[in-house]
């Protein structure tokens, strides 16, 4: 079965909304996680984030319900943005990229920086925390332990590659067990606000 994975960020207290019509569509279900944004007044106020307190939502689902899914939430009177990723190796290209860092607490706000500079314009903050020990099942050669921050950045898929390389570049991802980088293509994309 082919599996793609909804992930919507909104203001706070509105994912319920996009999950609730996302089940009426046939998704099965979801994880809400607080986070807080990055992006400077303009960009939030362009994508109806004006409030920083934000929601993630992340909902795996059968590929042959995805479009359902997405007309659905799209009639959602919700500020933010929604969007696919395939699970599948081979996706189509939507034009933007899903940047993920998952570093210790307190150094999210540093690698956005970086990744401005380097032509970011903002991103998503999680509060996270490990369930793993040193001796614990390691993610990507990393051990994942408590306290953590998710930094999510959607951007361009062409402004993708320089922004990777200068947050890779950060002595903060070359210490053992202090974060990792991966990025994704997005298979959809859209701007949830109205």
């Avoid at 998704?27 to 934000?54: E, F, H, W, Y």
Wanted: charged share 20%; proline share 3%; glycine share 10%.
């Amino acid at each position: 079965m082919n599996r793609s994975t909804l992930i919507s960020v909104v203001q706070r207290g509105e994912a319920k909304h996009i999950m609730a019509a996302a089940r009426k569509a046939g998704a099965p279900g979801g994880t809400v996680c607080n986070a807080r944004g990055t992006a400077t007044r303009t960009i939030l106020a362009a994508l109806g984030l004006g409030d920083t307190k934000q929601e993630v939502l992340v909902s795996v689902m059968d590929n042959t319900i995805v479009d359902d899914v997405l007309k659905s939430i799209k009639v959602v009177q919700a500020k933010g943005i929604a969007m696919i990723i395939d699970t599948e190796v081979e996706t189509m290209d939507s034009g933007w990229t899903l940047i993920e860092v998952i570093t210790e607490d307190g150094y999210s706000e540093e690698i956005m920086a970086t990744a401005r500079k380097a032509g970011a314009g903002g991103g998503t903050v999680i509060n996270a925390h490990g369930t793993s020990t040193e001796d614990d099942v390691k993610f990507f050669g990393s051990p994942l332990v408590p306290e953590k921050e998710i930094l999510m950045i959607v951007v361009p898929s062409e402004k993708a590659q320089p922004i990777i390389n200068a947050i890779n570049s950060m002595d903060i991802l070359k210490k053992r067990g202090m974060g990792i980088l991966f990025s994704i293509p997005v298979k959809s994309f859209m701007n949830l606000s109205h």
